[in-house]
């Protein structure tokens, strides 16, 4: 099992910005990580993909943050980060971080952390 734990959320006004972290760690399992990415879920929305990053540094972005987010990684800390700027309101949601990792179960979510946004 693979532990993520996941920091960097709060409270911004509008036009500002956050940086979240989300770090995987085993208790001396070796391990490899392919894709990771981040979504959100807003209260009475499902869970959507904000942003991912292969193994190879190929990103992709959900339209509504492109130009305003930028994840990113760094293997040697097997940790995601994604860079949130000019934050808007509807940006409002719990965010996870999800890795693909290559230890069973494979699939790995982050706690969770909340970005409030006020207008």
């Known amino acids: 099992q693979l532990q993520l734990v996941e920091s960097g959320g709060g409270l911004v006004q509008t036009g500002g910005s956050l940086r979240l972290s989300c770090a995987a760690s085993?208790?001396?399992?070796?391990?490899?990580?392919?894709?990771m990415g981040w979504y959100r879920q807003a209260p009475g929305k499902q869970r959507e993909l904000v942003a991912s990053?292969?193994?190879?540094?190929?990103?992709a972005y959900a339209d509504s943050v492109k130009g305003r987010f930028t994840i990113s990684r760094d293997n040697a800390k097997n940790t995601v980060y994604l860079q949130m700027v000019s934050l808007k309101p509807e940006d409002t949601a719990v965010y996870y971080c999800?890795?693909?990792?290559?230890?069973?179960?494979?699939?790995?979510w982050g706690q969770g952390t909340q970005v409030t946004v006020s207008s």
């Open positions: 999800k890795i693909v990792a290559t230890a069973a179960p494979y699939v790995y």
């Open positions: 085993s208790s001396g399992r070796i391990f490899s990580i392919n894709v």
């Open positions: 990053i292969g193994s190879y540094g190929n990103t």
